[in-house]
């Protein structure tokens, strides 16, 4: 095991990584457990064995998780919210440990690493204040001497399927907002990155035990796509949150669907930002770099393509290429690197193919890509974040390649360049850099932009916790995280009281007997 990961695990008190995560006692006793090594795309050494669920293990942490539910709900809301603000200040305490582990075992620069876990940090702050602000409305009634409120009350198991490449905040926009609405959850994190999840889950059942609240509030369940499955399908699971691909996303919507669950999806983006000619061009390089090679393109708010206005194009163009030969690719652990790996030998497989198939389509390399040879990049998933010109049509730009390839496509009008920009399948981040005020408006308009995430003079990636998180069209429609996203955890109701002698029917409808 290597020294960053034992340093970090005694850190945190994890003697057993799958003792430190199981809920149940028979968790991984069955002799159909599948052990399977981990291994970091930073250096290619292995981190962990971790033992994967099975199908027993699965029902046996729901049962536990139903179970917990029962007391869970019965614990005001506010209480629950000040379990989730220790959770925070456990999260705080530890920031440097686990966003190492973030960055070593996923692959993102350790600033980024540390960022994911300011991200659960800042969600654990937004739910300790939510706990106290649960509001639903009144209404006036039609009817005298009645009143009308609604009110909501936890939905119960909330399923969470999160992504590699936010191994950790993603879960915590789900799990901090579900636990103040009285829900328990079981995560199901990426099988690519289990070891941050079960730091994550060890603190958290830490924190549960510390206030005697019994074990099942916060389920982790290591397994692969078959536990997924498993969830989708399960009528016990109210509300399966899940974030990762398209594909993925169809997947789980047609089957918690047919069982008429709800699902929020987070699914696949494909951001563009429009540089007009009237951008702060300095201010629009940062944007686009950081949204295009941060975490190594593997954002689902990543920047891949960039409408660029034809009175601007070649001058940003350079300043672009010459941006990307200063961009120092290496360990992600080294500071003076701006980008780690791919997070495994597939992802740098499909990278490869997705230039090749752009060059197939027409398009121009400005600047290359390729694989990184060599000791410093020997786990073999590093590469060369790549520029391409192509045209928005091309069946690679409709694509989603989770990898740090950027595509440049030039525009005439403002018209035109927010129906390139909508003229993708997905619908999640959009930008549009301009110090001109109608074409700012005009792409925030119902007739601009037509993804969940618009901004202005800001890339397309970095979003705060505080606003709705999420996207339409294939992106999935799902919102997380801020504003009024606590909803989809819980149920409403609707309450209509009658404090008068009679019993007056709504709609003046007579029924007398
Ligand atoms: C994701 O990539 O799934 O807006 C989440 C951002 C981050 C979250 C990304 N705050 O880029």
């Not at 393109?297 to 290429?321: M, P």
């Amino acid at each position: 095991m290597s020294l960053v990961i034992s340093d970090i695990l005694n850190h945190l008190h994890i003697n057993d990584i799958n003792e430190a995560f199981s809920t149940g006692s028979n968790w991984g006793s069955s002799p159909d457990t599948e052990v399977k090594d981990i291994f970091s795309p930073t250096d290619g050494k292995k981190i962990a064995s971790v033992k994967f669920a099975t199908a027993d293990d699965y029902n046996s942490v729901v049962e536990t998780a139903a179970k917990a539910f029962k007391t869970w709900r019965t614990i005001p809301a506010p209480k629950r919210g000040e379990i989730v603000r220790q959770i925070g200040e456990q999260l705080r305490a530890n920031k440097k440990e686990l966003g190492t582990l973030v960055s070593y075992e996923m692959g993102k620069s350790l600033q980024e690493g540390y960022g994911e876990v300011q991200e659960m940090i800042d969600i654990c702050d937004f739910a300790v204040g939510l706990s106290r602000q649960l509001y639903g409305l009144t209404m006036h009634s039609e009817r005298p001497e009645h009143r009308m409120y609604e009110q909501y009350h936890p939905l119960g198991i909330i399923g969470v399927i999160s992504a590699f490449n936010f191994p950790v905040a993603v879960w915590a926009w789900n799990a901090m907002l579900a636990w103040v609405c009285g829900d328990v959850c079981i995560w199901k994190p990426s099988e690519k990155t289990p070891l941050t999840a079960i730091a994550c889950q060890h603190i958290a059942q830490e924190v549960f035990k510390a206030n005697n609240i019994e074990e099942g509030v916060s389920c982790l369940i290591i397994g692969d796509r078959e536990v997924g499955e498993l969830m989708a399908n399960d009528s016990r699971v109210p509300l399966v949150s899940a974030t990762g691909s398209t594909r993925m996303g169809k997947a789980v919507s047609a089957a918690v669907g047919a069982r008429l669950g709800k699902s929020l999806l987070e699914l696949g983006g494909n951001n563009a930002i429009i540089i007009t000619e009237n951008a702060d061009l300095d201010m629009s390089l940062i944007g686009a770099v950081f949204g295009a090679v941060g975490t190594a393109g593997q954002r689902c708010t990543s920047t891949r393509r960039l409408i660029i206005h034809e009175n601007v194009y070649e001058a940003f163009k350079q300043k672009l290429v010459s941006a990307y030969s200063q961009i120092k690719i290496g360990d992600p652990l080294n500071e003076n690197n701006h980008m780690g790996p791919l997070i495994d030998q597939d992802a740098v497989n499909l990278y490869l193919d997705s230039i090749e198939k752009c060059k197939a389509e027409g398009g121009k390399f400005v600047v290359e890509g390729g694989k990184l040879e060599g000791d410093a990049y020997r786990s073999g998933c590093y590469v060369k974040p790549c520029i391409a010109e192509v045209e928005n049509h091309y069946q690679i730009v409709q694509h989603e390649t989770f990898a740090p390839i950027l595509y440049l496509i030039k525009y005439k009008t403002i018209e035109e360049a927010i129906e390139l920009q909508n003229g993708v399948p997905q619908g999640l981040s959009s930008a549009i850099m301009t110090n001109n005020l109608r074409e700012a408006e005009t792409f925030l308009s119902y007739a601009g932009s037509d993804c969940g995430i618009a901004n202005v003079n800001i890339g397309t990636s970095g979003a705060e916790i505080g606003g709705a998180f999420g996207g339409e069209k294939e992106t999935g429609g799902g919102r997380e995280s801020g504003s009024d996203a606590w909803k989809v955890y819980m149920r409403r109701q609707t309450n209509t009281i009658n404090y008068s002698k009679t019993l007056p029917l709504a709609q003046g409808i007579k029924f007398d007997l």
